[in-house]
């Protein structure tokens, strides 16, 4: 018996370990723009890996003000907060669609989502901001998120897609017998047991809107309409590159991410973990 | 719908003329900063002239990682032209229809005409040039000096000769004669603009050497220009410090070197001033022209390259009042007292105007603007290359460098990617 | 799968369920990109007036540029190692914060960090990591391997863009595998345990096909961003030493906008579409059967 007992032990012991050393292996670069951020640009470049001299927050202060970045901290989180609701939403119900109906035209439309996904952005960027252009939508914020709803349906759904047939259907048909409607039925029933990959997803796509650069900067061209992606574009030349600030601008655009992140942990992963392998 | 739009919008135009009438208009205009790293400087710049001239505000586009093409041709698709742009050479081949002629304007007459040749069509001028920059050898005095116990003038360097005396003095002691940097805008944009200006000192036979060149009909090889521009490079790479891996130095390494006194010669352009001087207040640098032959009177060998982007102004899709702002925020940069002051002091840069009130104060834009003055000056002929093509020859010779590729290598691949990007 | 009487009910579903996602993706993405099929067909050099139709001559130029073939050629090394050692990594990561020991939300959080560092700055970390601190280390320790910089030699450069590209995507993966894994109904784990499986069996016959859907996924993103990277390498080796490292997607973009072929780079865009759909749809088909449909 205690052998055993001793094996588990030598176990969680190595588990453990391993996990820790993943745990530093991917967290020391973050480490390493974290103690630059408070460096000048010399001293990033004599020693990187020195502890700064100094903990001061001028790097942090001039990066705010180049930046402007109250203005683009509410424009990124418009954005960002709206496309999730869209995106959740519509491609949840999407997916239900393509899932539980088995129509010819719905296998044609899961081939064509799949096949969005590999369109290189590159291809399709200068007719889209011609098209765009000519209809007004350039410095909208509104219209990004309709365009992200359109970019980024087809790798939510697909997701969803995947999660969604391995929901029994026994519930949602005993309460269609009740009289309960597709339209509820997939609220009530179907869209809790999707919590897991509801949480993935947002995770994901609130890093991928939050991030992304390009899309923006094709359409948000005026100052006051910019995200933070583009702004933190700022502190780089191609000759020289403003590390101190790079740095400090970088941990100020993903503060307010690895908050939502804790946030969500805290509150939607909790719930999912009580079904989780324990 | 779209009857529906129309009216809504002419409301709101009528609506907008009610009550912006009898307003001082209102402009806004914008730059697109191809240099990110002066963006700052810029802004403050605006700022400046904003402040005289409240009715006018300059945004600015940032690059946001693309190349200058790209971003171009996605402003100009979508209808959102900046209204002023920095352009170098392949771009403003590209999109030269769309810029304004400035040849009338007062700041456009003040620039040299050698200056905008390039930009000139038809005997009209499409873009003026931005700032001076000169491309060579950089000289760090503080370690010539201590390492020959003389002092050092860099007009006694008249050629190859003279270059090689002294690398083998400054090799014998604890400081490093030569650092080579390798990235490959340097090598093959910056080096190679040296080569074909140093051809021949004729506009027009330089001309024809490249449309030979375009045909692949150019022999390197059998070209006195090459071999002994290719020579000096040789030498250099005799001294380089980065002999063991020339590849793994990084541009940054390479300013903490020159900044700290540690190598004599370095092969750049005096864009690295403020950034050499930011590391070290002290430091006594400058620029001498790279040298192509052991025989001091050639042509090349007491010339120094320049180089400059172009400000445009857009005259396609930009309205008349904001190309009229355009031209009055160039003309209170490059022709008024105030302009020109932040001109030198705000933005660093170095005049390529006539009637400049004021020179720059830091040493190497001094020697920079002398060279000027003395017309012992090299056109930068990388702006009439084909686009793409100084990513090629930087790899060349950065293969060169690595010692994987010969010289008949280099002179090889030249002559392939002369033809592979003019037939495109 | 359900059955509807009439066709007008059907459409009425189809549009409640189906309409706007639908309609915002035939506007935003599906138009465009027939308009750059349609491009790639012409002589366009990014101003649009005065284009001509010439058929597909960029194709036939695109395929017989021995250029592309080179970067295709790396790009299918590249996505090899990087598909599987992702992969491989990002269950185990999965597997170990589900595992249920203190600290697994911590780790999980961690785990995922290398996705908050995008391209320039992510480029730059580890540029100094093989620049200076692996050269120090094997400069020191004396080992041949790490003494010389890793991006300067075209033969280890490439494996350096693998190495941050498995670095920055584990974690990503890791997060669809922890959903695949909660979601795996726990009495068919202990249903299992009581039938005296080992944990061993449990994972090879219960959770694996229960983990196909994550799978299906996981491999195709991986396949996707593996085939379109394009940030990674352009901040870590920028294609270089001399050309060696340029995957496919910078070969493609370099051609329109850096040598401002915007014509036959279009055309090669589409290849480069064509070719990694084909090899995704395939995986996807193969997956999607394998998919333990509800009972």
């Not at chain 3, 299992?192 to 229960?210: E, F, H, N, T, Y």
């Amino acid at each position: 018996m205690s052998g055993r007992k001793r094996t588990v032990n030598i176990a969680s012991l190595l588990k453990l370990s391993l996990a820790l050393f993943f745990l530093v292996m991917m967290i020391f670069p973050f480490g390493l723009v974290l103690i630059n951020a408070f460096k000048s640009r010399m001293e990033i470049i004599q020693s990187p890996l020195a502890l700064p001299g100094s903990w001061s927050f001028d790097n942090f202060i001039t990066a705010w003000k180049t930046m402007s970045y109250h203005v683009v901290l509410g424009n990124t989180l418009y954005i960002t907060a709206l496309s999730q609701i869209v995106l959740i939403v519509f491609s949840a119900m999407f997916a239900y669609l393509l899932v539980r109906w088995n129509w010819k035209i719905n296998k044609f439309i899961f081939f064509m989502l799949v096949c969005a996904m590999i369109i290189p952005f590159q291809s399709l960027m200068i007719p889209f901001v011609s098209i765009f252009g000519k209809l007004g939508m350039m410095n909208s914020r509104t219209a990004m998120v309709f365009f992200y709803l359109g970019f980024g349906m087809p790798m939510t759904t697909f997701m969803y897609h995947g999660f969604m047939k391995g929901i029994s259907k026994e519930m949602e048909e005993a309460a269609m017998i009740d009289g309960c409607s597709y339209f509820s039925c997939f609220w009530r029933m179907v869209f809790p047991n999707l919590k897991s990959i509801t949480v993935t997803i947002l995770i994901i796509n609130i890093l991928w809107i939050w991030n992304d650069f390009l899309l923006p900067s094709l359409v948000l061209i005026k100052e006051n309409t910019r995200t933070i992606p583009l702004s933190t574009f700022y502190f780089f030349g191609e000759y020289t590159a403003e590390f101190g600030l790079a740095m400090a601008a970088l941990i100020m655009s993903v503060l307010p991410v690895i908050v939502i992140y804790l946030f969500l942990q805290k509150h939607i992963i909790a719930g999912v973990m009580d079904g989780a392998i324990k | 719908m779209k009857k529906f739009l129309g009216m809504i919008m002419l409301i709101a135009i009528l609506a907008m003329a009610v009550v912006t009438h009898g307003a001082p208009k209102k402009v806004e205009i914008s730059f697109l900063v191809t240099k990110p790293e002066i963006v700052t400087q810029f802004r403050k710049t605006f700022d400046a002239y904003s402040a005289t001239h409240p009715n006018v505000t300059i945004s600015t586009i940032p690059l946001s990682g693309q190349t200058i093409y790209e971003k171009l041709t996605s402003l100009y698709a979508s209808g959102n032209a900046p209204t002023i742009t920095m352009v170098g050479g392949p771009e403003f081949t590209a999109f030269k229809d769309k810029f304004l002629d400035v040849t009338n304007t007062k700041f456009g007459k003040a620039a040299y005409d050698w200056s905008v040749r390039r930009t000139t069509m038809n005997g009209k001028i499409y873009a003026v040039p931005t700032t001076a920059e000169g491309i060579g050898i950089m000289y760090n005095k503080t370690v010539i000096e201590a390492a020959t116990g003389k002092k050092f003038d860099p007009a006694s360097i008249k050629s190859r000769k003279d270059l090689r005396e002294l690398l083998q003095k400054i090799a014998k002691t604890k400081y490093a004669p030569v650092q080579l940097s390798n990235m490959d805008w340097l090598l093959g944009s910056h080096m190679t603009s040296i080569l074909y200006a140093a051809m021949s000192k004729d506009y027009d036979e330089r001309q024809k050497i490249l449309l030979q060149c375009a045909k692949g009909k150019f022999d390197f090889m059998r070209n006195d220009t090459f071999n002994g521009w290719m020579d000096t490079f040789d030498l250099l790479m005799t001294y380089n410090m980065h002999k063991g891996a020339p590849l793994g130095n990084t541009y940054e390494d390479d300013q903490l070197a020159m900044a700290k006194d540690k190598v004599a010669f370095w092969v750049i352009g005096n864009y690295v001033y403020p950034n050499i001087v930011g590391m070290n207040p002290d430091a006594k640098v400058g620029m001498m022209p790279y040298p192509i032959s052991d025989n001091q009177a050639d042509y090349g060998n007491s010339q120094i390259t320049l180089t400059h982007s172009f400000f445009a102004i857009d005259g396609a899709q930009s309205s008349k009042s904001e190309q009229a702002a355009a031209i009055d925020f160039f003309n209170w940069l490059l022709t008024s007292a105030k302009g020109q002051k932040h001109y030198i002091d705000t933005l660093i840069f170095t005049p390529v105007y006539k009637g400049f009130s004021i020179q720059p104060s830091n040493p190497v834009a001094k020697e920079i603007v002398s060279y000027m003055k003395k017309g012992k000056t090299l056109e930068r002929m990388s702006d009439y290359f084909p686009a793409g093509i100084t990513v090629k020859f930087g790899a060349a010779m950065q293969r060169y460098m690595d010692g994987v590729g010969t010289r008949k290598d280099v002179a090889d691949s030249f002559k392939k990617d002369w033809l592979e990007m003019s037939s495109k | 799968m359900y059955e509807e009487k009439t066709k007008q009910k059907s459409l009425g579903i189809f549009a409640l369920f189906g309409l706007l996602p639908l309609l915002a993706f035939v506007i935003v993405v599906m138009i465009p990109f027939i308009s750059g099929l349609l491009l790639s067909l012409t002589n366009w050099k990014g101003v649009l007036d005065g284009i001509q139709f010439i058929g597909l001559g960029n194709y036939a130029a695109a395929i017989k540029d021995p250029g592309f073939w080179a970067s295709m050629q790396l790009t299918v090394v590249y996505v090899l190692f990087v598909t599987i050692l992702t992969n491989v990594l990002a269950f185990l990561l999965a597997s170990l914060v589900t595992s249920g020991f203190k600290g697994q939300n911590l780790c999980r959080t961690g785990y995922f960090t290398p996705n908050l560092i995008g391209g320039v700055i992510l480029g730059f970390i580890w540029q100094f990591i093989f620049t200076r601190v692996f050269v120090f280390i094997g400069q020191t320790l004396d080992i041949g391997l790490l003494a010389k910089n890793w991006l300067t030699v075209p033969q280890t450069a490439l494996w350096t863009l693998i190495l941050v590209s498995v670095w920055q995507n584990a974690g990503y993966m890791m997060l669809v595998y922890v959903a695949g894994l909660m979601g795996i109904d726990k009495s068919l784990l202990e249903a299992s345990q009581i039938d005296g499986a080992s944990s061993w069996q449990r994972l090879l016959r219960v959770k694996l096909p229960l983990m196909v859907p994550a799978f299906t996924i996981t491999l195709f993103l991986t396949l996707r961003r593996a085939f379109m990277v394009y940030d990674v390498n352009l901040s870590l080796t920028k294609g270089g030493p001399y050309n060696s490292t340029q995957l496919i997607a910078m070969h493609v973009y370099n051609d329109a906008f850096v040598n401002q072929n915007l014509g036959p780079g279009q055309a090669k865009a589409f290849l480069l579409f064509a070719i990694v759909a084909a090899v995704a749809m395939l995986q996807v088909y193969i997956l999607k059967n394998k998919e333990v449909d509800s009972l």
